[in-house]
């Protein structure tokens, strides 16, 4: 029964995580009824290791007695993140010098590209995005270079959803974008022209992280009619992308976002 008996075999380390891994789901506060049903953990348990985390500072309770995460644990889970993007700042600096065009890094999130970071260049270009927004995978280079190193049933998965169309020159039909992809994975970058913002092009090149696998994009963006000439900056592009890959080692790309943000 839910809530009723502690899982059998169980560490008291798993027992815990369990309970964290609830406000994984959803920051909402929680009762200890609630956390107790959701963990599939006694009663009794549950109590014991709430308060521990409580007293230690991993949750905390709100006016109501409802529990949350404590600010211990959201500055420890900050650190990882701070770390990752502190190697990153500069090297982002270094590509802006390098190029003298508006440069950034972005994640993936679900079926969205999320700016981590950007560095402005001084022309004018439009601009479509800002740190810590989002714009879809399939409309963006940096969007589009990390969709195709994705798995393939993840691109799949983005495929078959109904494709916003940004611009009337947005690439929504599938049967291209997996054409497109493909050439992307072959080439190693994306580019884009007039897709999310009239007036702009991009250029984005992978990250990766460890056995290959794909963990950010590092693009430029430049005006529309700079387009036939973007290619000139993959030098810069995957020579910083190759520092940020050997600097960051280990460490999740996805720690260097620096909160999670809500549409």
Do not use: C
């Not at 080692?249 to 809500?262: D, N």
């Amino acid at each position: 029964m839910a809530g009723g008996v502690s899982r059998p075999g169980e560490t008291v380390t798993q027992r815990i995580l369990s309970i964290l891994a609830v406000f994984e789901k959803s920051l909402a506060p929680r009762s200890l009824t609630e956390i107790a049903h959701e963990t599939d953990l006694a009663p009794s348990t549950t109590h014991r290791l709430v308060a521990e985390l409580e007293e230690w500072g991993a949750l905390q309770r709100d006016a109501h007695g409802r529990y949350q995460v404590g600010i211990r644990l959201w500055e420890l889970g900050q650190h990882a993140g701070r770390q990752v993007r502190e190697i990153a700042r500069p090297l982002l600096q270094d590509l802006y010098t390098l190029t003298n065009e508006t440069v950034h890094i972005a994640i993936r999130e679900r079926n969205e590209v999320l700016y981590i970071d950007r560095v402005y260049g001084t022309r004018r270009v439009p601009q479509a995005s800002r740190v810590g927004g989002r714009l879809p995978l399939h409309a963006t280079a940096v969007g589009k270079v990390i969709l195709a190193h994705e798995d393939e049933w993840l691109r799949e998965a983005v495929l078959a959803q109904p494709l916003e169309s940004r611009t009337p020159n947005t690439h929504v039909d599938p049967d291209a974008l997996r054409a497109e992809l493909a050439g992307i994975r072959e080439r190693g970058y994306a580019m884009t022209v007039d897709e999310v913002r009239i007036g702009a092009s991009s250029i984005a090149v992978p990250v990766f992280q460890r056995e290959g696998t794909i963990g950010a994009a590092l693009g430029l963006v430049a005006r529309a009619e700079d387009l036939d000439t973007l290619e000139r900056h993959l030098p810069a592009l995957r020579g910083i992308a190759r520092r940020i890959e050997s600097s960051v080692g280990g460490f999740p790309m996805r720690t260097l976002a620096p909160e999670r943000r809500r549409k």
